[in-house]
């Protein structure tokens, strides 16, 4: 039930750009990104509702695609401070769950 | 504001002993959630709370773990008896509701944790 992360893993030269994938096998109401340091609690990046829309944060966009039950998280042009673990997390349409996907460890190398 | 507040940030405790972690969330937010993360299972709620009343506890391990919310400044994630398969960092986050949609949360604030190591 959890949502599944792709990549695992991911190294990253600064400047690079990554995607994060976080796919459901249920039907979404909204997903939320977060992304953790070590050592650290997650911290919020962006929330995307159900209808297709794309936000943006900075150098960081996501999109939700609803058909597919599928967010993807876009880092552009990389910077150190992007290192951490990316979580999508995710409410299911028609029932009060929340619930975090699997994670991506992200490194950007200088 | 202070952010969500949690204590004790480190816990050691020994195998059949209670344990009790508290959470202060934020002022005026309508839910607070506790989650558990290990490197094994990663990150999964185990139960959160909307006005001070539990929505969804599905994700408590089992009947060793209780949490309550006596009022909306103030919650408690307790485990008796406490076991080493139960070391792990606690979470407690808190955010509003999400106004514009049916149901649903908006930002949700985590607070620091409490590291808990159970020999």
């Known amino acids: 039930q959890q949502p599944v992360q792709s990549p695992q893993a991911v190294i990253l030269r600064e400047g690079e750009d990554a995607v994060i994938n976080c796919s459901s096998s249920?039907?979404?109401?909204?997903v939320h990104w977060y992304r953790q340091k070590h050592g650290e609690a997650p911290v919020f990046l962006m929330i995307?509702?159900?209808?297709?829309e794309q936000k943006g944060h900075e150098k960081i966009s996501a999109s939700f695609n609803e058909k597919k039950q599928q967010s993807s998280l876009y880092l552009t042009a990389s910077q150190l401070s992007y290192s951490g673990t990316y979580f999508c997390?995710?409410?299911?349409?028609?029932?009060?769950?929340?619930?975090f996907g699997t994670g991506t460890r992200l490194k950007v190398l200088a | 504001d202070a952010g969500v507040i949690q204590s004790p940030r480190h816990e050691v405790t020994e195998m059949g002993q209670e344990v009790t972690l508290r959470c202060k969330p934020i002022?005026?937010?309508?839910?607070l959630f506790w989650y558990r993360q290990t490197m094994m299972r990663g990150l999964e709620l185990l139960i959160y709370?909307?006005?001070?009343?539990?929505?969804?506890d599905s994700g408590m391990p089992e009947d060793r773990f209780s949490a309550k919310m006596p009022n909306a400044s103030f919650s408690t994630l307790k485990i008796q008896p406490s076991e080493p398969r139960d070391s792990a960092v606690y979470f407690c986050?808190?955010?509003?509701?999400?106004?514009?949609?049916?149901?649903?949360?908006?930002?949700?604030?985590f607070g620091p944790g409490t590291r808990l190591t159970v020999l």
């Open positions: 986050a808190s955010s509003l509701a999400a106004l514009e949609r049916e149901w649903g949360t908006d930002t949700q604030y």
């Open positions: 249920k039907a979404l109401y909204s």
């Open positions: 995307l509702l159900k209808g297709g």
């Open positions: 997390g995710t409410e299911y349409a028609g029932t009060y769950k929340y619930i």
């Open positions: 002022s005026g937010h309508d839910y």
């Open positions: 709370f909307n006005n001070n009343v539990p929505i969804d």
